[in-house]
């Protein structure tokens, strides 16, 4: 995606180089001798639309794995009262803003969500704020559900559109 999609995609995703993504930068491996990156990019998008999935859908797949790169550089520093706050820099707090725009929530509750832990108890919520580690760890958990989330809906998808391809062709 950050070397195949178009530019306008790009812009939409606030996608930059690989290398500018933790969870990608975690090779140093991001091309491999006789793969070009946007010709499979563009087999991709041939093959979802092949076995019918639909173009709306391609969309929300690569905006959901975008969100995800977003997550990954969400970066926390210890803040007031021990609790995590995005790291100072400006870089954080773009990748956080990304991440809930793309992901169509609140970025102070997506905030909330990664950098504190809520135990419900008999007389009510307890919300405690996490240190910087224990965000980090929730960030990665809450990026490891949604693509697994992600995953499920689009294997499902694909099954739904494969046994319609394969009765429509019987």
Request: hydrophobic share 35%.
């Amino acid at each position: 995606m950050c070397d195949g999609a178009s530019p306008e995609e790009r812009a939409k995703w606030q996608l930059t180089k690989a290398s500018d993504f933790h969870y990608l930068s975690q090779s140093t491996c991001y091309d491999l001798p006789g793969v070009n990156n946007t010709e499979e990019y563009q087999r991709t998008i041939l093959a979802m639309t092949r076995v019918g999935i639909p173009t709306d859908d391609q969309e929300s797949i690569f905006q959901t794995v975008a969100a995800i790169l977003h997550l990954g550089n969400i970066t926390f520093a210890m803040g007031p009262n021990d609790a995590a706050v995005p790291a100072p820099g400006g870089k954080a707090a773009h990748h956080l803003a990304a991440a809930a725009t793309l992901l169509g929530v609140d970025q102070e509750g997506l905030l909330k969500a990664l950098a504190t832990r809520t135990r419900q108890t008999p007389e009510g919520p307890i919300v405690s704020p996490l240190d910087p580690k224990a965000a980090t760890e929730n960030r990665d958990s809450l990026a490891k559900i949604i693509y697994s989330k992600a995953s499920t809906q689009h294997t499902a998808c694909c099954s739904t559109a494969g046994s319609e391809i394969c009765t429509a062709a019987s």
